[in-house]
């Protein structure tokens, strides 16, 4: 049957989605860009704050549309939604044919075969939501679908949380942490390099957790060195490593590796101690200031990426400024700012001094404003300097200019590189994946512009040749 695939949240979710695409394309199912010529529809969503899961409830209700004006027979919804809702959205959703959470995702073929069974014979599934305690993670033997640019793919380590953060709500969705081998992981990096892969993105909802069940016989550190001598994976990137837990020996690594880039997502949340602790986080203040100190010593031209939360339970006047002035000495590179989300089955949505929404709002705001001035200021050590970036293409705004990412960009979060002047070279020569040397000329607070100075070399030229 022909399948059209919607995949919300974050690059997690997203492995999960190639995942299953996987699956029902080793079945013979078709894949289709186009949702009215599909006779199954799968969204995948997200239910982690309020803002995704009425993401995931509209693009469910307009995909439904299609039952009545398009091809579709069946509609599945799969992911993070179901398995915090399964009950409710039974009821309230008569539409939805399926309901599949994150512990029964790669059972996905044999529950929509079953399904289809039903529909033909004229009986009736006992139920509609297939939800239990997650406790799956895939492996290099289970077939994932690459959806993205063929240069870069998310590599997802582990999966699930052990750590009980008052505010959220993944370790109920997504269970404990459950590890993958390093064996696993270097056969899959490997096939990826082999189809052209050369950024890979490590993701896990926690890095510093890998192996924790195994009592840390294998963990970060000794997955990361023989992940850096895989042949045509140029560069490594390390998303969500606690702060609290970033060992001397993973600097140490991230120092010495070239192929690792000089980047790390570290989610901060707060710098204030009591609301730290409010938020059952393990960081203090003083904590995170020597982290990053020691990084910042370690490997100078490091680049951090964070989150912080306003307006938690209990956060004063005095926090915010406290938070604002941290993260003005700080000087982290890029910082995501989120309004706190107060989520059912969390302590937090019990606490008291619950923040009103336009206090959140305005505290939001002006974080912002002084974020995009930190921002635009830490730019201006870029001012002149050649720097690596992998070509992504052309602009979305303009054919004119090529879009690209340095080594301390992650894939659409961090901004980009904008080439407004490819030189003597032709456009049609620079491919995406193509790795070049860009002077910088002009900056913005996200973005920088600048002229292409030489291509180092096509991904063509490692594709293949191992």
């Avoid at 979710?13 to 995942?19: Q, W």
């Avoid at 309230?92 to 529909?119: A, C, N, R, S, W």
């Avoid at 938070?323 to 019990?350: I, K, Q, W």
């Avoid at 193509?434 to 973005?447: A, Q």
Wanted: hydrophobic letters at 35%.
């Amino acid at each position: 049957m022909s399948v059209y695939f919607v995949s919300l949240g974050c690059p997690k979710n997203l492995v999960d989605s190639e995942v299953m695409l996987g699956l029902l394309h080793e079945k013979k199912h078709v894949l289709t860009n186009n949702p009215h010529d599909a006779e199954i529809i799968i969204i995948n969503t997200c239910s982690f704050i309020q803002a995704s899961k009425e993401e995931s409830i509209e693009t469910i209700l307009e995909l439904a549309q299609l039952k009545e004006t398009g091809k579709c027979k069946t509609l599945v919804v799969t992911g993070c939604l179901p398995q915090r809702y399964s009950s409710q959205l039974e009821k309230e959703m008569p539409e939805v044919d399926l309901f599949i959470g994150t512990g029964q995702y790669h059972k996905i073929v044999e529950i929509i075969e079953t399904h289809k069974t039903t529909m033909t014979t004229g009986t009736h599934l006992p139920h509609r939501a297939y939800v239990n305690q997650p406790a799956f993670i895939h492996s290099e033997k289970h077939a994932r679908v690459h959806t993205g640019p063929t240069y870069t793919a998310y590599l997802k380590i582990a999966e699930g949380c052990n750590r009980r953060c008052s505010f959220c709500i993944i370790p109920k969705i997504r269970g404990n942490v459950r590890s993958r081998s390093v064996d696993s992981l270097l056969k899959e990096a490997s096939a990826m390099a082999n189809l052209g892969v050369r950024e890979l993105n490590l993701i896990a909802q926690d890095l510093t957790e890998y192996g924790m069940e195994w009592k840390y016989r294998e963990r970060l550190e000794t997955l990361l060195r023989p992940l850096a001598k895989i042949n045509g994976i140029e560069w490594l990137r390390l998303h969500y490593v606690y702060p609290d837990e970033l060992s001397d020996e993973l600097i140490d690594i991230i120092a010495e590796e070239p192929k690792i880039v000089k980047y790390l997502d570290i989610p901060i949340q707060h710098t204030s101690n009591k609301i730290l602790k409010a938020m059952n986080r393990r960081l203090t203040k003083d904590k995170l200031f020597n982290v990053v100190e020691k990084c910042r010593t370690a490997i100078p031209e490091i680049v951090f990426r964070t989150s912080v939360i306003v307006g938690f339970p209990g956060e004063t006047d005095t926090d915010f400024e406290e938070l604002c002035y941290d993260l003005s000495v700080l000087r982290l590179n890029h910082v995501g700012v989120f309004s706190y989300s107060r989520e059912e089955g969390t302590p937090a949505a019990m606490m008291a001094d619950q923040i009103h929404p336009s206090t959140k709002r305005k505290r939001l705001i002006k974080l912002e404003r002084l974020l995009e001035e930190f921002s635009l200021d830490n730019n201006k050590k870029y001012l002149g300097k050649d720097v690596q970036v992998l070509n992504e293409g052309r602009s979305d705004e303009t054919n004119l200019i090529i879009k690209g990412r340095m080594p301390t960009q992650a894939p659409e979060i961090d901004g980009q590189v904008l080439i407004n002047d490819l030189g003597e070279l032709e456009a049609s020569a620079l491919k995406p994946g193509d790795m070049v040397t860009v002077k910088i000329t002009d900056i913005m607070p996200h973005d920088l512009l600048g002229t292409l100075t030489s291509l180092d070399y096509k991904r063509g030229d490692l594709v293949g040749s191992r």
